[in-house]
């Protein structure tokens, strides 16, 4: 039997913590796993809402298994409970499955988490609350009016430059992707025409900034905040994971890409190394057969009608479930509520499954999985985020740059790969969307390719903050 506890800070700090892992280990022990081929895994999943049992089971290529415990969740647990979950971890698996299995980038949580997207003012009405203040502390760490006056003078000082030498384009493209609800634009564009009247080259006349989000009614909401600025701005739906689709005609004359909490909630795979061999983390979707009875009980529901309906939901949304399943659903509202249940619920199974070889492994169109190679193989045994959709959005926006442009992008980075073997990176849930860190490492490899160098640095505006800045620009 093998043992790997991740959480080695919180190790160190909880002793509600150290002390789980004794009755872990007798539960593992009184169980009936083959012990010689187990790998038991601890974790400390920080997020309160999240996909996971206290304690899962997963299958390590039909041959060997791992059970996972959340040691935040165990300390609270009766021995004969945690006993009682090891045992029914290693059972065969139980209720409803909302899908078959797939790769982690493929799970329907993604086609939940682009509802939350397309449909979020019901959401936000049914909550009574906007987004934001889902987030930790209750908003974003990046509207922050220091960050954006820096930001500003190193422009002018890139703009003079360039201006000295005639350089300098009539139009100033500025681009932020993730608008939020308009107050970083605002911010940013309030101190922008503030310095340039003290600066007096009469930038501002010239700037062209474009708002990118994949939500219209975030981009509704954020349009309005800037109002103000209305002839300097334009507002475009875009797909972050593929934004040349929309935002081709910008190649080579972004001076600015303002990136927001955006990489941290697109789609992505998980790869393990276990001793010596990589593998792929497989997920399914499912709902315990009790959270399941709840919900078919409180919208009168017959249990063969409730996944058919789930999947209708994630097609059409729920403003039209309600109308085709009037029956359920009073109206949007009683709809909203059902994908609120259904989300709340919502559990991921995962399996090991063999990967022939990371020349084979797509990253994103561009990128192959043997960019991964040193990152895993460094690590030993690990267990990592691929960060699909982060690698195609930044691939695809470091083409937009002008030659002396940049990207800077605030968002839930690991800087290391080390610390994948120290702690749980996602995926969690905020309110109705998906959240993983994403894999800093692999992205300044990606850019290292392309000609660019990557460096991060903490949120200086707010020390403490998880919360990292990243900064990509051509290389010298």
Not at 140 to 148: C, F, G, Q, V
Not at 245 to 261: H, M, P
Not at 400 to 416: A, I, S
Not at 462 to 476: E, F, K, M, V
Request: aromatic share 10%.
């Amino acid at each position: 039997m093998e043992v790997d506890l991740r959480p080695v800070a919180k190790l160190r700090e909880s002793a509600a913590a150290r002390a789980a892992i004794g009755p872990i280990i007798e539960a593992v022990c009184a169980s009936p796993a083959d012990l010689s081929r187990l790998r038991v895994v601890g974790d400390w999943i920080q997020y309160k809402q999240n996909f996971r049992d206290v304690v899962v089971s997963r299958p390590i290529a039909d041959t060997d298994v791992e059970i996972a415990f959340d040691l935040r969740r165990c300390a609270g647990m009766a021995e004969e409970n945690l006993a009682a979950s090891v045992k029914a971890a290693l059972s065969e698996p139980a209720g409803l499955a909302l899908e078959p299995w797939v790769a982690g980038r493929d799970s329907c949580i993604w086609r939940f988490n682009a509802l939350y997207w397309q449909a979020l003012s019901g959401w936000e009405q049914a909550t009574g609350r906007q987004y934001e203040q889902s987030l930790p502390g209750g908003e974003s760490d990046a509207r922050n009016t220091e960050a954006a006056r820096e930001l500003i003078l190193e422009l002018f000082r890139i703009w003079d430059d360039l201006d000295a030498r005639r350089a300098l384009p009539d139009e100033l493209y500025v681009l932020e992707l993730g608008v939020g609800n308009g107050n970083q634009a605002r911010t940013w564009l309030d101190e922008f025409a503030q310095l340039d009247r003290r600066h007096g080259r009469d930038y501002y006349r010239r700037l062209r900034y474009l708002m990118g989000d994949y939500s219209p009614h975030v981009l509704d909401r954020a349009r309005q905040a800037v109002a103000q600025h209305g002839a300097r701005i334009s507002a475009l739906v875009v797909d972050a994971t593929r934004p040349a689709i929309t935002l081709g005609f910008l190649a080579g004359k972004a001076f600015l890409v303002y990136i927001s909490n955006v990489y941290d909630n697109l789609p992505t795979d998980e790869l393990a190394c276990v001793h010596g061999r990589t593998y792929q983390v497989q997920m399914q979707a499912f709902l315990s057969d009790d959270e399941a009875g709840l919900i078919t009980g409180q919208f009168g529901i017959s249990p063969p009608r409730l996944a058919p309906l789930i999947d209708r939901l994630l097609r059409i949304g729920p403003e039209l479930l309600s109308e085709s399943a009037p029956e359920h659903f009073a109206g949007t509202g009683q709809a909203v509520a059902f994908w609120r249940a259904v989300w709340g619920a919502l559990r991921l199974r995962e399996r090991y499954v063999p990967l022939e070889g990371l020349d084979s492994y797509q990253v994103s169109p561009a990128v192959t999985g043997e960019v991964l190679r040193p990152l895993m193989e460094a690590e030993g045994d690990v267990r990592m985020h691929v960060s699909n959709g982060a690698v195609a959005s930044f691939t695809g926006t470091l083409p937009l740059l002008h030659p002396y442009g940049r990207v800077q992008c605030h968002d839930l980075f690991v800087t290391g790969s080390p610390q994948y073997r120290t702690g749980f990176y996602g995926p969690g849930k905020y309110d109705g969307s998906v959240v993983n860190w994403v894999n800093g490492p692999l992205l300044q490899r990606v850019a290292s390719r392309r000609g660019f160098s990557v460096e991060f640095t903490p949120f200086r505006q707010r020390p403490g903050s998880n919360i990292a800045t990243l900064t990509a620009q051509a290389r010298d």
